[in-house]
């Protein structure tokens, strides 16, 4: 298997812009999370989709991210209108529902000029 | 979830044991014990889980103290690349709603 495959993995772009990051979970995975990771907060969850729907978004910092897994084998995470705070590491990870096992993807270097 | 303490930073020799260990005195009975590791620049990797019993597999052994208030993560023979920032985590059974929630880390020096 491929792991967990995301995209892009490095992206800089200008304050006020749209970021997509695009995450394909392992497949048969139907549990898959969406993580942060900065210098200052550590690896923080954001939201977690269980079968496509959104169990918790609690960790989704404000209104200008949004996340959406259209099927069981794709799912984006969107920053809109992003800002230079917004830079960080970010991580998808999926898991069989149930698992006790994360497995996470390179991660997306995003860099908010 | 229980929250964990780690020593912030620790050093090994080469081919010797690694025992990185994890306080969590405020641990549930239904709350297990993770292992993840982050290596430079890769996402966090899973290592071992344990409730109760100690726990080995191909990369590591996990002891855990039979009041379960502490473990320890052991590296047999520790090697460059187990160079790494090591995560101990606590949490109920993702089919409980558990979720990972990542402190600090111990960040280990594998050193030649």
């Known amino acids: 298997d491929a792991g967990v495959i995301q995209s892009p993995r490095h992206e800089v772009t200008e304050m006020g812009q749209e970021v997509t990051l695009r995450c394909k979970p392992i497949s048969g995975h139907n549990s898959l999370f969406w993580y942060r990771q900065t210098m200052m907060r550590g690896l923080e969850l954001l939201i977690y989709f269980n079968n496509n729907v959104p169990i918790d978004d609690s960790g989704m910092p404000e209104d200008r991210f949004s996340a959406k897994m259209p099927n069981a084998s794709f799912s984006t995470l969107k920053i809109q209108p992003s800002e230079p705070r917004d830079s960080a590491v970010y991580f998808c990870?999926?898991?069989?529902?149930?698992?006790?096992?994360?497995?996470f993807g390179p991660g997306t270097r995003l860099l908010v000029l | 979830d229980a929250k964990t303490t780690q020593p912030t930073s620790m050093d090994c020799a080469e081919g010797r044991a690694a025992n990185l260990p994890c306080n969590h005195s405020t641990i549930s009975g239904n709350e297990y014990v993770y292992w993840y590791r982050q290596i430079h620049s890769q996402g966090p990797q899973y290592i071992i889980h344990?409730?109760?019993n100690n726990e080995t597999n191909e990369m590591a052994s996990l002891i855990i103290t039979e009041d379960r208030k502490s473990s320890t993560l052991i590296l047999p023979h520790a090697t460059l690349r187990d160079t790494a920032v090591y995560y101990c985590?606590?949490?109920?059974?993702?089919?409980?709603?558990?979720?990972?929630?990542f402190g600090q880390g111990t960040e280990l020096s594998v050193k030649p």
């Open positions: 990870a999926s898991t069989r529902q149930g698992g006790q096992t994360q497995y």
């Open positions: 985590i606590v949490r109920v059974p993702s089919n409980q709603g558990g979720k990972l929630i």
């Open positions: 344990g409730l109760k």
